[in-house]
């Protein structure tokens, strides 16, 4: 189960922006929040470091969100606090990625690196845990022929669940989350004008304090995150065409993620047609996510059988295991099929091309040729 089902939108109060004006219409980059904000907000977004302030504070948010979830992970028994934390941490990064363009200071680095590595730490856990939900659904159907399959491998899962899981409280303790919360909030929190430097145009630097960049600097910093986030998830994509085996999938699936992170950002800053960018990237992920929830599923299976001792004294098993890989295995050949069908050909696809070109290639700042 992907990251995917998070809720696209994330506005505090749950509601959904509006996604623009018409075709018709002139559009501008970054438009002030309309029906749902009060004035003080409104009036807070029309100053020259208010798009800054407001990206500020959607990280602390998120790293609010993040802390917030570690005691949940760590009583062990909520799988979704796990997925929840992983995407809060997702969403930290990409604000980050946003306010400190390259050379990224020292002590940025360092405490992205941390919350990478959170992330990291979860990651078979939550493999662990939509494996078991994926079991727990076809055991609760009847008439199922295989269960004896799915009796075992819930078994051999809650097994490896737990022993991952004690791995990974071991690591996130050396961490010590709660010091790089502190530490983070505290330089997200501040104006510091020695954090880094925003390369404009190759003719200068300027002063990386997002509070005294202007408008147009913000606009042109979001367009630089585009097109490097952009270029890769291309990159990604073409490579996959020429090479559709696990490793590079994976990679364009990650790429998708970042992108999707990155619009999410621009959409809490009411850029025209990021809902729309929004919609369909989700698709994709959804598909890529259901794609990797196969991929390791039959590497548990896979696992599971291979020990000699499992093979030697449940051979019948052991034999009912590799139907269901090779079953596994047609059901996974059709979502790499519908998903060169949605990169390829899809509208949707196209649409978002077409959006990413006019925002990234748009000359003068403050206007954006509307492509969705």
Known sequence: MSDAKSTVVTHAH???????????????????????????HDERLSTPSGEWTKIREIGIQHLDRFISLEA?????????????????SRRVQQILDVLYPAPVPKEIRRLN??????????????N????????????????????????????????RRAATFEQGLRKLGKLNLATLYVRLKNQLATNNPRLGVVHSNGSGDVSADPEQQSRERFEARLGQSLAVVWQSYETRV???????????????????K???????????????????????LRRLQQHLGDWHDLEVLEQILIEMVARPKFLRDQLDLAIAIEKVIQRNRIAKKK???????????????????????SFTSEGEPGHLTQAL
């Open 14 to 40: 749950g509601h959904t922006s509006s996604p623009g004006p018409g075709p018709s219409e002139p559009v501008s980059i970054v438009r002030r929040s309309s029906g749902h904000a009060d004035q003080r």
């Open 72 to 88: 949940k992970v760590l009583r062990g028994d909520d799988p979704e606090a796990v997925h929840d934390m992983r995407v809060a």
């Open 113 to 126: 690196r941390r919350v990478r590595r959170a992330r990291r730490v979860l990651s078979e856990v939550r």
């Open 128 to 159: 662990y845990d939509v494996q078991i939900e994926r079991v727990n659904r076809s055991l609760a159907r009847k008439g199922n022929s295989r269960r004896d399959v799915w009796e075992a491998l819930r078994g051999y899962l809650d097994r």
């Open 238 to 256: 073409t490579e996959s065409e020429l090479d559709s085996s696990r490793p590079v999938l994976h990679a364009v699936r990650i790429a998708a």
């Open 258 to 280: 970042r992108l999707r992170y990155l619009i999410e950002v621009m959409h809490e800053v009411d850029i025209t047609g990021s809902v729309e960018a929004l919609v369909w």
């Open 335 to 357: 979502y790499i099929d519908r998903y060169f069908q949605i990169v390829a050909s899809s509208e949707g696809n196209q649409r978002i091309r077409e959006w990413v070109a």
